[in-house]
């Protein structure tokens, strides 16, 4: 059976009727498109259902322990070693014969989620136990661990996430607040991690959530390291890396993935260079030594993936040349952010974040009104808009002056708005008809 998307199944199953009907596949062809996508399989149910069986695991989980801390004082160390550990392994074991028996998948995938957080308790009761003390964070290392092994041998999307969050949201920022250097390797270790089993596994929330766990982790070692100034480029820095690492994608079924990464990696950069456009903040972020060690080792190997990303995009002929030029502008403005950080006060980072906004709020723009696509024009309207109106509210002038640039503005964004949909809906009535 070929491995897809739940949605593209369900598409098929309910187009391929029609498409027989109409004699655009044969019986023959029908009957092999079926076997080879798997039609005849029932669906155990969508995401949702599973989020509904997890939610329901883990308040049934909450109730057991509720019960189990009425009398957890006057039980014993053994016994309390003994109620952990039938707890974790029945929750796997049951979990694990009703997911792979095939009788209820999504409760027994639910019931190992379950497992791998009383795993999780059990590390931090153990310790109340035996009066084990600490770094805090420690315990979320050995957490990250157990829930990655359960995660690979169940292959199991939730227990990555479990890691993800585990792993880069809180041990990572805790051993970089604690020992910065290897909290830097960490968190490239750790996006290097991410990337590969999002991949693997075609997860867009483990990108999201490992990003986002890098991001912490790595700004968690440059504020311990003294190097709070060069957060905001190592932002900027992770969008690029995610905007080109999309330009490598080629597997059809992976083309979500290498979206979402591109939507993510122009987030990312949207926050930090409209921060970096007010020179207020940029100039109190002036990087007065240059590029530093810490600096370096926290941006450069993000700009090496990115430079990586857009080598094997310069190569390929069927990258779509907006989100190639995308890619290179947030790569080039990062080391262009940098230089101009250097600076007295701070005034040629400012200018480059200004100017990469407007630059990719254009481009957006365009790919837009080039394909009559909502979410591009609206996106790169509404980037212009913040952009525009933030300029406005930092210049000292008259208030008269302001009011009516806003009104202007307004109104300039109506009649395109009007303009664009009106363009739109006259190219759905043209297709409308050609059908």
Excluded at 91 to 105: I, M, N
Excluded at 310 to 331: F, I, K, S, T
Excluded at 379 to 389: D, I, K, N, Q, S
Aim: charged share 15%.
């Amino acid at each position: 059976m070929e491995r897809t998307s739940r949605g593209f199944r369900e598409g098929l199953r309910r187009e391929l009727p029609a498409w027989r009907t109409e004699g655009l596949v044969s019986d023959e062809a029908a009957r092999a498109l079926a076997a080879r996508y798997d039609l005849a399989r029932a669906e155990p149910g969508g995401p949702s259902f599973l989020a509904v069986y997890v939610l329901g695991a883990l308040l049934v989980g909450a109730g057991v322990v509720s019960l189990v801390a009425w009398h957890w004082e006057a039980m014993s160390a053994a016994a309390k070693l003994a109620t952990l550990g039938v707890a974790m392994a029945s929750a796997h074991v049951a979990g694990f014969w009703l997911w792979k028996s095939g009788r209820s998948e999504r409760l027994g995938h639910a019931l190992t989620v379950l497992g791998t957080l009383v795993f999780g308790a059990s590390i931090g009761l153990v310790a109340q136990i035996f009066q084990v003390s600490g770094a805090w964070w420690g315990a979320f290392g050995a957490f990250t661990v157990g829930a990655l092994a359960a995660a690979l041998l169940y292959d199991s999307v939730p227990q990555l996430l479990l890691a993800a969050v585990g792993g880069l949201w809180l041990f990572g920022p805790g051993l970089a607040s604690d020992h910065g250097l290897w909290g830097i390797a960490l968190g490239h270790a750790g996006a290097a991690a991410a990337a590969g089993l999002a991949w693997r596994a075609r997860s867009r929330a483990l990108l999201v959530v490992g990003a986002v766990g890098v991001a912490l982790t790595l700004a968690s070692a440059l504020d311990a390291l003294h190097a709070d100034a060069a957060v905001l480029p190592l932002i900027a820095a992770l969008g690029a890396a995610l905007a080109a690492a999309a330009l490598v994608v080629r597997d059809p079924a992976r083309l979500p993935l290498g979206a979402a990464a591109r939507l993510l990696g122009r987030l990312a950069f949207y926050g930090a260079a409209y921060l970096l456009s007010f020179h207020e903040l940029a100039s109190h972020l002036q990087l007065e030594q240059g590029v530093t060690r810490d600096l370096a080792l926290g941006v450069v190997p993000l700009l090496a993936a990115a430079g990586a990303g857009l080598a094997a995009g310069l190569r390929r002929d069927d990258v779509d040349p907006l989100a190639r030029g995308e890619a290179m502008l947030l790569a080039a403005t990062v080391l262009a952010v940098v230089a101009g950080l250097s600076l007295e006060a701070g005034r040629g980072a400012t200018l480059v974040a200004n100017l990469a906004l407007a630059f990719l709020a254009i481009g957006r723009i365009v790919r837009g009104l080039s394909w009559l696509a909502r979410g591009p024009f609206w996106e790169g309207m509404a980037v212009a808009g913040v952009l525009v109106a933030s300029r406005f509210l930092e210049i000292e002038t008259r208030l008269w002056l302001k009011g009516a640039a806003f009104i202007a503005c307004g109104v300039l964004v109506l009649v395109a708005g009007v303009a664009f949909e009106r363009r739109r809906a006259q190219r759905e009535e043209v297709d409308h008809a050609l059908a």
